[in-house]
């Protein structure tokens, strides 16, 4: 029964209900219900763990007409449309309560049906989807609706057709303009719904075997839009296509498509096999028939699903017939003896046979009033018949080969079989043509069993079909005789796990187990790790501490995908398309997927699960973004990666939205990471047993020590981490906590956490923008990646940890797309503790001015008492950079901040000083005074306690060539 969770009224939404979607609608507010958003996710998200796609659905003036001001026409018009919204339940958790809402005084609205018609859509279409939910999304007559998919395509297709299906209904005053195409015809829209979504679907015998791997835990990624699909993930991964496994063998896969060998070969073993000949045109056909004996049958040389077969043909004129037919499909044809019997599929993995059913063609049984049409339309009724594998058993259809095999028998469409006559209307039995299977695998000869076993060995299939022919598989064939007609290299499962009478099989679930043996491995460890500042250099010490326990890890980051170290892909790939990368390489054997808020609001995780999930912080970033404004919302977008955590969440218990989200995970073991040693509740949990990571302070300086189960152990002290500057770098010494913290719920030995943490440093190459140091000049420069306040805090704070004889020099920017207030903070970071300021603005205006952001920072910096002439406004990137260099002495320390990484750490490490030679501008330990165009009166305001009232004109550097402080004094 479908579950829903629907609250569509006008209640608190959710944060995920404001969320904006990369499928915006562009254009004018129109007067009509419309879908005017829409995202899809693909994993867990704020909406469920599970594949969702979001509609943002305006209804317009149809706001004011819920179902029960509709009327019962509306009602019972969808309700004929898509009979099985009868067993929707909604809120009523029982059969027929989705009509019922519909039916009341009130009733519901539009957008909470449109939720129940996408997933009923689906289920027609064969898939098994039910969890939906619907939402005011808070502005008058727009509504969040939430609906589970299986594929992605299809989905939408279905919250599409859905819409113009409920419009359909509508009365013709109501229905939107143009929402319904003249013509338009439901029956014919649903048909083409159901064949679009088979076309983009798994098969049934793909299906069932993605759903035996599923019922043993083993995950799975589909790699193509066809059949392709990988089980288990990286070292661990086996593929399959259909029912052709990573492990079937070439040879025997072309050896079972070459009928002709496949006969030779089985016959050199005494396996029972009919005569035949191979031919290239209707002569040669003509006389193997009378070489081998009338009745005879013609089939493609390499054709499959029963496709081009003619049975049972008696004179030439059927023989030539039927080799032009099999010519259509194959250019080469085989002739051969045509043997009496029930056809059977005999379905044998791994040499054991698991499976048996006589198949019997498409057909109907007169009743001595009805034509052959009408009983077709009768046997089409059985609901267990749909189109193509959409259900058990396929529509027949009237179609030229049905034609052909009544004109066989002097019948026609318009002919009444006698009560109780077989009408045959298709030669073969397969099953996608309309023909039926029962299953007979219990009462199949041992003698048959062994045939069956002994034909696929002897083609060297690890999962093959026979197809076998016999007057009655209960008896030898040894004794009554039959033949094999073939045997199948990609043999189809869903005669087998759904026949049309006897018992079910379990087809897939012993070529799973073939592929995976008890107690085989099929996951990697997965981590995954998001927070607003330090995500990245946390994935790279996990992912270096793996490398360092003897693991093959691959990760994610924002410069790209690395696996065993190496970059595979550049860019920013922190989303669920380069988590599916690396769990895809089939190298890897250690994930670490770097998690960040704008996958996770785009398009969900990559992941249904992680072993160990952890938080490092949440401060402010990306407000007002996609809908995320305050810090709780930013929250609860960053939980999801502990929410869906199996083993471990690693929680930054320094972080309050971050402590609060132990509420929120059924992970086994939650971690705590702490730089204050007398937190109350990290103690309490300690003392209780829980497992947790804090710095306590010793003799020799700060030590990292890990907690578990009542034990203390002592890990490494800080000073011995490179990336951390001898135990300066705070936010580096928090990040190698919460990796250490992680390695060890993953189970990775304390020597290797150690070695991986003394061994990891901050280098360019190794976290590029992250903390790096350069020391090749007669001054340090500090670069980092840094773009919101508490990032640039952090480095400040750094900065003054540090010691430094000359000067402190910050280049400072924030990216366009961040609100002025965060702009201002990340400003205010910096104020005061620098000696002198130039404020750029990233290469990417995100739709402002050119000299806005440095603009909006220099006035904050002069706000927060900053004098004027400590600060330059150089827009462009690389000419503030340079700018700096420049100014740069023996002694000082620069802070970058840079956007370009690559680009900038290049001018950093190839400067060489124009004027090296020139006498300094500024002595050590002088104010830096700005060059002369960019100096200004001293301004009101600005330290004097009164209102500044101030102009940055002067402050402002010509882009089109002013040079830097040392060439201006020349």
């Not at 009919?274 to 056909?285: D, H, N, Y």
């Not at 002097?410 to 009444?416: E, R």
């Not at 830096?928 to 009166?937: C, D, L, N, R």
């Amino acid at each position: 029964m479908p579950r829903h969770e629907v609250i569509n009224e006008g209640g608190a939404a959710r944060t995920a209900a404001r969320l904006q979607g990369r499928h915006r609608i562009k254009g004018p507010k129109p007067n009509a219900m419309r879908i005017l958003d829409r995202s899809v996710y693909v994993g867990p998200s704020l909406h469920a763990h599970f594949p969702v796609i979001r509609l943002e659905l305006d209804l317009g003036p149809l706001e004011a007409w819920p179902t029960g001001r509709l009327g019962d026409a509306f009602v019972d018009g969808l309700a004929a449309a898509l009979p099985g919204l009868a067993e929707h339940g909604c809120s009523y958790r029982v059969p027929g309560g989705f009509l019922r809402r519909m039916r009341e005084d009130h009733g519901t609205w539009l957008g909470h049906v449109l939720e129940h018609v996408a997933i009923e859509l689906q289920n027609i279409a064969g898939e098994e989807v039910t969890f939906g939910k619907t939402r005011s999304a808070g502005a008058p007559g727009v509504y969040t609706v939430v609906y589970e998919y299986a594929q992605r395509d299809e989905g939408i297709a279905a919250g599409e057709l859905g819409l113009r299906l409920l419009c359909s209904l509508l009365p013709a005053t109501l229905r939107p303009a143009d929402s319904v195409p003249e013509g338009w015809n439901w029956p014919e829209a649903r048909d083409e719904f159901i064949r679009f979504a088979q076309r983009r679907a798994l098969g049934p015998s793909t299906a069932s075997l993605v759903k035996a791997a599923e019922q043993r835990g083993i995950p799975w990624l589909r790699l193509n839009e066809q059949s392709l699909v990988q089980l288990g993930h990286g070292r661990y991964q086996q593929r399959i296509q259909a029912t052709v496994t990573g492990r079937t063998s070439h040879i025997a896969v072309e050896l079972a498509s070459d009928k002709e060998e496949t006969n030779k070969i089985l016959a050199t073993l005494g396996l029972p096999v009919p005569k035949q000949e191979l031919v290239q045109s209707e002569a040669q056909a003509v006389r193997a028939a009378r070489r081998i004996g009338f009745p005879v049958v013609t089939k493609p040389y390499n054709g499959n699903h029963g496709r081009g077969i003619s049975i049972r043909l008696t004179t030439d004129e059927e023989v030539s017939a039927g080799y032009l037919l099999a010519r259509e499909h194959s250019r080469s044809v085989i002739v051969e003896t045509f043997l009496e019997g029930d056809d059977h599929r005999l379905l044998v993995v791994n040499g054991e046979l698991v499976a048996a059913t006589r198949r019997t063609p498409g057909h109907v049984v007169g009743d001595g009033t009805s034509s052959v049409l009408q009983l077709i339309e009768v046997v089409n009724r059985d609901p267990r018949r749909g189109i193509g594998h959409e259900k058990v058993l396929t529509r027949l259809e009237m179609d030229a080969q049905a034609e052909k095999m009544l004109e066989r028998v002097g019948m026609s469409a318009q002919s009444v079989p006698a009560a109780g006559e077989v009408v045959y209307l298709r030669s073969t039995a397969n099953l996608s043509t309309g023909g039926t299977a029962t299953d007979v695998t219990d009462v199949i000869h041992p003698d048959n069993r062994e045939m069956a076993e002994r034909a696929v060995r002897a083609v060297g299939l690890d999962v093959g079909g026979v197809d076998f022919l016999s007057k009655n598989i209960t008896e030898s064939y040894r004794k009554i005789g039959g033949g094999i007609c073939e045997v199948n290299a990609a043999p189809g499962f869903r005669m087998h796990v759904a026949p049309s009478e006897g018992t079910p099989r379990d087809a897939a679930g012993p070529v799973i187990d073939m592929l995976f043996p008890p107690g085989a491995a099929s996951r990697v460890p997965i981590a995954a790790i998001t927070g607003t500042n330090g995500k990245t250099t946390t994935s790279r010490m996990l992912a270096h501490i793996a490398k360092m326990a003897g693991y093959t890890p691959g990760f994610t980051t924002t410069d790209g995908v690395y696996i065993d170290g190496q970059r595979t892909v550049q860019g920013d790939m922190t989303g669920p398309v380069s988590a599916r990368m690396v769990l895809a390489d089939p190298q890897i054997d250690f994930a670490v997927l770097e998690t960040a808020r704008g996958g996770l609001l785009r398009a969900g995780m990559g992941v249904r699960e992680v072993n160990v999930g952890a938080v490092l912080n949440v401060q402010s970033d990306h407000l007002g973004l996609k809908g995320i404004d305050t810090l709780e919302q930013l929250a609860e977008v960053k939980r999801i990666v502990v929410e869906v955590a199996t083993d471990c969440a690693v929680l930054n218990a320094d972080d309050p939205l971050v402590l609060r989200m132990a509420a929120h995970t059924e992970a086994k073991n939650i971690c705590y990471v702490t730089l204050n040693p007398q937190h109350t509740l990290v103690r309490e949990h300690i003392r209780a047993g829980g497992r947790a990571c804090a710095l306590e302070a010793g003799v020799n300086g700060h030590m990292i020590a890990l907690y578990d189960r009542g034990g203390h152990i002592p890990l490494v002290w800080t000073h011995l981490i490179p990336a951390t500057l001898e135990g300066r770098a705070m936010h580096n010494v928090q990040n190698a906590m919460v990796a250490a913290a992680m390695a060890f719920s993953f189970g990775i030995k304390l020597d290797a956490i150690r070695q991986g943490l003394r061994t990891f440093d901050s280098t360019f190459f190794q976290a590029p923008g992250r903390m790096n140091v350069f020391n090749e000049h007669p001054f340090k420069v500090l670069f980092d990646y840094g773009h919101n306040a508490h990032a640039v805090a952090a480095m400040a704070d750094l900065a003054q940890r540090l010691d430094v004889a000359g000067r402190r020099i910050v280049v400072l920017a924030g990216p366009g797309d961040r609100r002025d207030e965060d702009l201002v903070a990340i400003a205010n970071a910096v104020a005061g503790r620098f000696d002198h300021y130039i404020c750029r603005r990233d290469d990417s205006l995100r739709e402002r001015a050119t000299d806005e952001v440095p603009k909006i920072q220099a006035t904050a910096l002069m706000a927060a008492g900053v004098p004027q002439q400590a600060i330059s406004i150089i827009p462009d990137e690389q000419e503030a950079i340079a700018a700096a260099l420049e100014m740069g002495r023996p002694g000082d320390l620069l802070l970058v901040f840079a956007d370009a990484l690559v680009r900038s750490w290049k001018q950093i490490t190839k400067f060489r000083s124009a004027g090296a030679a020139a006498e300094p501008v500024i002595a050590r330990g002088e104010a830096t005074a700005p060059p002369p165009s960019f100096a200004a009166e001293p301004t009101p305001g600005v330290g004097d306690g009164r209102p500044a009232t101030f102009s940055l004109e002067g402050l402002i550097r010509d882009e089109r060539g002013v040079r830097l402080a040392a060439e201006v004094d020349d």
